[in-house]
């Protein structure tokens, strides 16, 4: 594992260069305070990084499977600890806490602890939502791009860190499969700040901030009513726009800018995302609007203000549908106080998240889809016990490989979910709470229901829920199976 160390000491090195930025607006806004926390967590992680590098300097060179899938994980986790230390060691948040607002940060989840957004100083806001962009792209793509001599490593890095899969196409030269998932996703992000700017609602600051929130579906705002604070039909449609391209397979996006215009719609999961989104979207709206289904029962902090408008029944319901399906978490209207029509189908496109190879999270559309058919050859087996036809996602025959790697998955999800449920429930939460929070983690989109819903903050969770959430979050953004393999004992003991 000595090579592990050194190649997470590099990784030090990166994390502390990250904190500059933040630094800079905090320079910039003459935030004196801030600006010292910021560099004494860049000084730690970067003497941490240094004396990491020291200590491994003589680390063999040999790469195998067991240190990719060692690196991936504790890389993550090692990015979330010292992603915390602004937070702590300012005081904006006690040490727990700090730890869940960075994990979140980092894992695109968007889940939050904070209760005044806006009483931050901005170079700890800037930091908040820059930890979403880098997370997004997978701090282990960053690393492949500065460490060349991986080689096959390299690839092994890229297939266990769940954000970008290898694209298909472009497996034989990984390093300019990484650099065009980059550029396109480095391309997205200044559109959508130009984009934001000239709607003259946000500034540059909080520009980049939303975006940043946006293309790593992470949904980190710098208002505490998140999107709603600016009342702008033109910012909600950019915003819907650009979570649908962050929740898009990236490889897509990069063949899109190499001139293949026709790549979105001969990929069947995209073209599958697209329409369960806009008949998601019709549905809610024709719910919000009074049109079917009935308005919530019980207790009058649950009920919703009854029917509205068609116009603005669409409106709330295409951005926040798109925000929750796309695992994003921002919000222009309070969810939890839709009827039980509506907030049922949020928790199952929660649950199916984005496209593979998106920055989203969840199960993956695609990975539905090969469920779907596969149900769909049982039924057609059972009356017709000849027929042979192999299930295909994009013209391509799905292989028994993929089918039983996708049913392990769902079985595992599905597993992992009730425990998370039973867990949250030990630590005080009711029913709906609890298993909307768990989802939420898991899937990394934020907001839940109830004590977890759009209009609240995490914060009423005791830190041992939160400890149990940050886990989730990991086994999420890694896709279970990386992360869980830290529990056999056989993945420690020596040898290839």
């Known amino acids: 594992m000595r090579l592990v160390m050194n190649l997470l000491g590099r990784l030090h090195l990166i994390v502390a260069a990250s904190f500059v930025p933040s630094a800079l607006w905090s320079f910039y806004y003459h935030e004196t305070a801030m600006l010292t926390w910021l560099l004494v967590s860049a000084a730690l992680t970067a003497s941490l990084g240094a004396l990491l590098l020291y200590t491994t300097r003589r ?25 915390a230390l602004p937070f702590g060691l300012s005081g904006a948040l006690p040490w727990i806490p700090a730890l869940f607002e960075s994990f979140s940060g980092f894992t695109t989840c968007g889940a939050s602890v904070l209760d005044d957004i806006e009483a931050l100083p901005r170079g700890l806001l800037f930091w908040r939502s820059f930890t979403h962009w880098v997370g997004g792209i997978g701090i282990l793509a960053i690393m492949l791009i500065v460490l060349p001599h991986l080689g096959t490593g390299g690839k092994m890095l890229l297939r266990f860190e769940s954000s970008q899969g290898i694209p298909k196409g472009l497996r034989e030269r990984m390093r300019k499969s990484v650099y065009a998932i980059l550029i396109a996703y480095l391309a997205l992000t200044v559109a959508q700040v130009l984009a934001l700017l000239l709607t003259r609602k ?55 800018l190499r001139g293949d215009l026709r790549a979105f719609f001969r990929d069947s999961e995209w073209r599958f995302y697209i ?34 408008g068609f116009a603005h029944a669409l409106r709330v319901s295409a951005f926040n ?23 049922a189908v949020l928790l199952l496109l929660m649950t199916i998240g984005g496209c593979a190879g998106s920055t989203a999270g969840g199960i993956k559309a695609v ?28 013209g391509d025959p799905v292989s028994n490989e993929v089918l039983f790697d996708v049913a392990a998955f769902f079985a595992a999800y599905m597993a992992v979910f009730v425990a998370g449920a039973l867990v949250m429930s030990a630590w005080g939460l009711p029913l709906d709470s609890a298993l909307s929070s768990v989802l ?57």
């Open 59 to 83: 680390a063999p060179t040999a790469f195998y499977q067991r240190e990719a899938l060692a690196l991936v994980c504790f890389s993550w986790i090692a990015t979330g600890i010292l992603g």
């Open 440 to 496: 939420a983690c898991m899937s990394c989109t934020g907001p839940g229901l109830e004590l977890v819903g759009p209009g609240v903050t995490y914060s009423c969770i005791p830190n041992g829920g939160l400890i149990s959430l940050i886990v989730l979050m990991l086994l999420g953004r890694l896709e279970l199976f990386t992360f869980l393999v830290l529990v056999v004992p056989a993945f420690w003991q020596t040898g290839k």
């Open 202 to 256: 946000m500034d540059l600051f909080d520009a980049l901030c939303h975006t940043f929130g946006t293309l790593a579906t992470g949904g980190y705002s710098t208002r505490q009513a998140s999107i709603a604070a600016y009342d702008s039909v033109a910012v909600e449609t950019i915003i819907i726009f650009f979570m649908v391209c962050g929740a898009t397979s990236f490889s897509l996006h990069s063949f899109f």
């Open 367 to 394: 990975r539905i889809l090969i469920l779907a058919k596969l149900l769909w050859q049982k039924i057609e087996r059972s009356f017709r016990p000849r027929i042979v036809r192999a299930a295909r996602i994009s």
């Open 321 to 343: 549908v798109t925000s929750v399906f796309t695992n994003t978490g921002f919000a222009t209207d309070d969810f939890d106080r839709w009827p039980f029509f509506s907030r």
């Open 275 to 308: 329409m369960v989104l806009m008949a998601a979207v019709l549905v809610c709206t024709l719910n919000l609007s009074g049109w079917f289904g009935h308005a919530p029962l019980g207790a009058p902090s649950t009920e919703s203000s009854g029917p509205m």
